[in-house]
T-cell receptor
Framework: EAGVVQSPRYKIIEKKQPVAFWCNPI?????LYWYRQNLGQGPELLIR????????DSQLPKDRFSAERLKGVDSTLKIQPAELGDSAVYLC????????????FGPGTRLTVL | AQRVTQPEKLLSVFKGAPVELKCNYS??????LFWYVQYSRQRLQLLLRHISRESIKGFTADLNKGETSFHLKKPFAQEEDSAMYYCALLETSGSRLTFGEGTQLTVNP
């Protein structure tokens, strides 16, 4: 089992460019999370999915961020256009519904916006 | 709004010494607290949660509601304990984790 898979692992873009991150959760995990971790900070939840439904997106900056999980498995997080302040590590995690003991994190995507 | 505070960004101890990583929280409901750990070049992972009352890798943490604290302790630190530690609070609804800023623990030989 590879665990939660994320790609790319690193991404460098110029401001105003679009960027997308992909996450493949652990098989059978119906809950998927996207977190953003700024340098020197803990992770902050951006969005949580239960299957294909976004059940908590209150902290997702919807003017430039979007996410989807069309078939309730893989998920994509997009930023368009990127800003300098978006530089961070974007973490994906998955779990069985409501079971925090089964929450596993991916390796993250480190985004640098120049 | 809930808040988790880890007052020490860096903590350095010698091998065999006791270690305590501090975590304070503010939350109006009944909290559930966690400790997560991230070893160098590894993924963030759950270390322990207060409701399980387990000792993991020699670490324990007790929820003190009076002092709103959930400090992580180990009586004898080992070099392999060197890592980034995050305290986290789960809302009563059970739907969202709020993380602290983390403490980088270094255990020197």
């Amino acid at each position: 089992e590879a665990g939660v898979v994320q790609s790319p692992r690193y991404k460098i873009i110029e401001k105003k460019q679009p960027v997308a991150f992909w996450c493949n959760p652990i098989s059978g995990h119906n809950t998927l999370y996207w977190y953003r971790q700024n340098l020197g900070q803990g992770p902050e939840l951006l969005i949580r999915y239960e299957n294909e439904e976004a059940v908590d997106d209150s902290q997702l900056p919807k003017d430039r961020f979007s996410a989807e999980r069309l078939k309730g498995v893989d998920s994509t997080l997009k930023i368009q256009p990127a800003e300098l302040g978006d530089s961070a590590v974007y973490l994906c995690a998955s779990s069985l519904r409501g079971d925090w003991d089964t929450q596993y994190f991916g390796p993250g995507t480190r985004l640098t916006v120049l | 709004a809930q808040r988790v505070t880890q007052p020490e960004k860096l903590l350095s101890v010698f091998k065999g010494a006791p270690v305590e990583l501090k975590c304070n929280y503010s939350y109006s409901g009944s909290p559930e607290l966690f400790w997560y750990v991230q070893y160098s070049r590894q993924r963030l992972q759950l270390l322990l949660r207060h409701i399980s009352r387990e000792s993991i890798k020699g670490f324990t943490a007790d929820l003190n509601k009076g002092e709103t604290s959930f400090h992580l302790k180990k009586p004898f630190a080992q070099e392999e304990d060197s890592a980034m530690y995050y305290c986290a609070l789960l809302e009563t609804s059970g739907s969202r984790l709020t993380f602290g800023e983390g403490t980088q623990l270094t255990v020197n030989p």
